[in-house]
């Protein structure tokens, strides 16, 4: 749904929002592959995309913190 609302306009890929819907997709697909029926390349590739996703919310943060202090 990130994915989508990116590619039309809808939503900022870079907001927190975005990176977390992201986020969330890949862990729920992981879980999937991980309980049901398990595929290397797709795990390593949910995998990837949620330490992207999770790194975006980090620098987020990150930015948040620097403009507080």
Do not use: H
């Not at 994915?3 to 939503?11: P, S, T």
């Not at 330490?51 to 913190?65: D, I, N, P, T, Y």
């Amino acid at each position: 749904m990130a994915y989508a609302g990116a590619a039309l306009g809808k939503l900022d890929p870079q907001r927190a929002l975005s990176l977390f819907v992201n986020l969330a997709g890949a862990c729920l697909i992981l879980f999937s592959l991980l309980t049901a029926s398990f595929n290397l390349s797709a795990t390593a590739m949910e995998g990837a995309w949620a330490l992207v996703s999770l790194a975006g919310l980090v620098r987020v943060g990150l930015r948040k913190l620097r403009k507080a202090g």
